[in-house]
């Protein structure tokens, strides 16, 4: 192998790690958007909670049976369901 063939060999070696590390982890950036859910649920931020959510009025939620459209109105179902009189988060 001659010097300017090593050369490229070793200059795509560093590019090829250097892209690699570069790209996004799609798995990663769940588990970190699901953590900080889980943690502002557990101080009981629905805001924060609801910051991993889509802000949109195209938002479409399913519980229960039930349909609620829109980010707002997801946000105030969790508060009338688990903030208001007798309702409790709990811890996830």
């Keep these: 192998m001659t010097t300017t063939e090593l050369f490229f060999s070793f200059s795509f070696l560093i590019l090829g790690a250097a892209l690699s590390s570069a790209l996004p982890d799609p798995e990663a950036d769940v588990r970190t958007l699901l953590q900080r859910q889980q943690d502002a649920w ?8 609801m910051a ?7 938002l479409t ?7 609620t459209r829109g980010w707002q109105p997801t946000l105030d179902r969790y508060r009338q369901h688990y903030q208001s009189a007798g309702a409790e988060m709990g811890k996830l």
């Design 42 to 49: 557990n101080r009981h931020d629905l805001e924060g909670f």
């Design 52 to 58: 991993g959510y889509w802000k949109s009025n195209d």
């Design 61 to 67: 939620f399913f519980s229960g049976g039930n349909v």
